[in-house]
């Protein structure tokens, strides 16, 4: 992995027959909906992960013709076409990397449809997640899929990744909770994959094949999701420990006996020090790791539920166990939610990864980040979802450090090895996109990575769709 500079890499540059292409797509799609000058499309060029490139043009397509319209007329002049939602991927999944026409599915926000009875929603990508569920809680329903850049985020970047979330413990991940895809091949045809139906047998599950393709096989134009529903009672529980070894053996605890909580959140010591210069929670200066446990259930059971949590945690040696009250919950969420923008603050540059391990193996991956933290001299916090053993792992660099630049791919190299030696996977929800794409070869085998290259050129054979990303560069 080459993390890029924060200065603008070469444009890629523009074909002989560019204007005659960008003529037909104002013709097709409107001149409202497209934009070519350099500052409307600079604000499509940079995602989460600090990168710039700049795009030949942008579509801002408002429903699915529009869709068909540019991804014919660009495929008939191979160019290539990079879906993007809210831009907030941390893996450059949305970036034109190898320039061509950005097209933006953020005016395709429409809740098409909830259907309580069957405990289904019809939406298009550009919905926001937060809105989606302020949509369903007075159904008293949910899409359980929940990432932290919620507020945010769209659901056709949700499905583009397949997101997670810290309750991806209890849940599972946005594949989990998709029942069927409306999308539009790089050739501009319309398919459909799956249905209303939570059981389906007939022909392969296009519709997971799809989800976490990060938008390289078809731009999904609208989503049937499986609702469920919301939880009647949520109660937080904080447990301070002396030492990340402590609480990463409390998270193997809970998850290898009875019923895990619905969200087991790790946070180690440097997460812990900026919870405290926050104000947000007063801790002993003495824990040097947490965990955040969120109980759910009925409003008849949840007290026992978290009696029954608190026992369990109860023989490890906790500096602090409790109950959190309803504000501190509250703060206590916002402040985790928080982390990964404050690390913004703290260092020229953040580099972050997210990588996980089974949870039986968590205790290694913690005791190994720390060592090569030490070795590399480069600032490393970490923070996650540690009920599925995603941990984010966070670089803390300057770029104008020549030393500490240097040692950024070596570090990266050791923690990637250090994961995958501890049958782990480099991302558990962020993607590849360009940043992981040299490391591929390093978790998938030859004859998958071989297959994984077919499936890609059976859905689009000219490589227009997001290309650059996910595979190495041959």
Same mark, same amino acid.
């Given at each position: 992995?080459?993390?890029?500079?924060?200065?603008?890499?070469?444009?890629?540059?523009?074909? %002989?027959?560019?204007?005659?292409?960008?003529n037909r797509l104002s013709q097709a799609v409107g001149r409202e909906s497209l934009l070519s000058s350099a500052a409307e499309r600079e604000a499509y060029g940079r995602d989460n992960t600090g990168c710039r490139h700049?795009?030949? &043009?942008?579509?801002?397509?408002? #429903?699915?013709?529009?869709?068909?319209?540019?991804?014919?007329?660009?495929?008939?002049?191979?160019?290539?076409?990079?879906?993007?939602?809210? =831009?907030?991927?941390?893996?450059? =999944?949305?970036?034109?990397?190898?320039?061509?026409?950005?097209?933006?599915?953020?005016?395709?926000?429409?809740?098409?449809?909830?259907?309580?009875? %069957?405990?289904? &929603?019809?939406?298009?990508?550009?919905?926001?997640?937060? %809105?989606?569920?302020?949509?369903?809680?007075?159904?008293?329903?949910?899409?359980?899929? !929940?990432?932290?850049? @919620?507020? $945010?985020?769209?659901?056709? +970047?949700?499905?583009?990744?397949?997101?997670?979330?810290?309750?991806?413990?209890?849940?599972?991940?946005?594949?989990?909770?998709?029942?069927?895809?409306?999308?539009?091949?790089?050739?501009?045809?319309?398919?459909?994959?799956?249905?209303?139906? $939570?059981?389906?047998?007939?022909?392969?599950?296009?519709?997971?094949?799809?989800?976490?393709?990060?938008?390289?096989?078809?731009?999904?134009?609208?989503?049937?999701?499986?609702?469920?529903?919301?939880?009647?009672?949520?109660?937080?529980?904080?447990?301070?420990?002396?030492?990340?070894?402590?609480?990463?053996?409390?998270?193997?605890?809970?998850?290898?006996?009875?019923?895990?909580?619905?969200?087991?959140?790790?946070? !180690?010591?440097?997460?812990?020090?900026?919870?405290?210069?926050?104000?947000?929670?007063?801790?002993?200066?003495? =824990?040097?790791?947490?965990?955040?446990?969120?109980?759910? +259930? @009925?409003?008849?059971?949840?007290?026992?539920?978290?009696?029954?949590?608190?026992?369990r945690l109860s023989r490890f040696a906790c500096l602090e166990l409790l109950q959190a009250g309803a504000e501190e919950a509250t703060t206590l969420w916002a402040a985790?939610?928080?982390?990964?923008?404050?690390?913004?603050?703290?260092?020229?540059?953040?580099?972050?990864?997210?990588?996980?391990?089974?949870?039986?193996?968590?205790?290694?991956?913690?005791?190994?980040?720390?060592?090569?933290?030490?070795? @590399?001299?480069?600032?490393?916090?970490?923070?996650?979802?540690?009920? #599925?053993?995603?941990?984010?792992?966070?670089?803390?660099? !300057?770029?104008?450090?020549?030393?500490?630049?240097?040692?950024?791919?070596?570090?990266?190299?050791?923690?990637?090895?250090?994961?995958?030696?501890? !049958?782990?996977?480099?991302?558990?929800?962020?993607?590849?996109?360009?940043?992981?794409?040299?490391?591929?070869?390093?978790?998938? %085998?030859?004859?998958?990575?071989?297959?994984?290259?077919?499936?890609?050129?059976?859905?689009?054979?000219?490589?227009?769709?997001?290309?650059?990303?996910?595979?190495?560069?041959?």
């Open positions: 992995m080459n993390p890029s500079p924060p200065w603008p890499p070469p444009a890629a540059p523009c074909p %002989d027959h560019w204007p005659a292409l960008l700049l795009p030949w &043009a942008v579509v801002l397509a408002e #429903n699915r013709q529009q869709v068909e319209q540019t991804l014919r007329l660009c495929h008939e002049a191979a160019v290539p076409v990079i879906p993007r939602g809210a =831009g907030t991927g941390n893996v450059g =999944g949305a970036l034109a990397v190898q320039g061509g026409v950005v097209l933006s599915l953020q005016r395709m926000n429409r809740i098409v449809e909830i259907s309580v009875a %069957d405990r289904l &929603a019809v939406v298009e990508p550009g919905v926001i997640h937060a %809105d989606l569920q302020a949509r369903l809680r007075p159904h008293a329903l949910c899409w359980p899929p !929940d990432p932290s850049s @919620s507020r $945010s985020c769209s659901i056709g +970047g949700n499905l583009a990744m397949c997101a997670g979330g810290p309750h991806a413990v209890h849940y599972g991940v946005t594949r989990d909770w998709v029942l069927g895809l409306e999308a539009v091949l790089a050739d501009g045809r319309l398919f459909r994959t799956g249905g209303r139906t $939570s059981k389906g047998v007939v022909g392969y599950d296009m519709t997971r094949l799809l989800i976490g393709s990060e938008g390289t096989l078809a731009v999904i134009t609208q989503a049937t999701l499986k609702l469920a529903p919301k939880p009647e009672a949520r109660r937080l529980v904080r447990a301070l420990f002396p030492s990340v070894a402590e609480a990463t053996r409390g998270v193997c605890a809970l998850m290898a006996e009875g019923e895990p909580p619905a969200a087991i959140e790790f946070l !180690d010591a440097s997460a812990l020090d900026l919870l405290r210069q926050s104000g947000a929670v007063s801790l002993p200066a003495e =824990g040097r790791a947490m965990l955040l446990l969120e109980v759910t +259930g @009925s409003h008849a059971h949840i007290q026992s539920l978290t009696d029954a949590t608190l026992q985790r939610y928080a982390l990964s923008p404050t690390l913004k603050k703290l260092a020229p540059r953040r580099i972050n990864e997210d990588v996980v391990v089974p949870v039986s193996r968590l205790p290694e991956l913690m005791e190994g980040l720390a060592e090569i933290a030490r070795k @590399s001299q480069i600032p490393i916090v970490n923070f996650g979802h540690a009920g #599925n053993g995603n941990i984010h792992v966070n670089l803390l660099v !300057d770029p104008a450090n020549s030393p500490q630049m240097a040692a950024v791919n070596p570090t990266l190299e050791q923690v990637f090895r250090l994961v995958l030696a501890l !049958d782990g996977s480099l991302s558990g929800e962020h993607g590849v996109g360009i940043q992981k794409q040299a490391f591929l070869p390093w978790e998938v %085998d030859p004859v998958a990575l071989m297959l994984q290259q077919r499936i890609k050129a059976a859905f689009d054979p000219q490589a227009i769709l997001n290309p650059g990303k996910i595979f190495p560069a041959q």
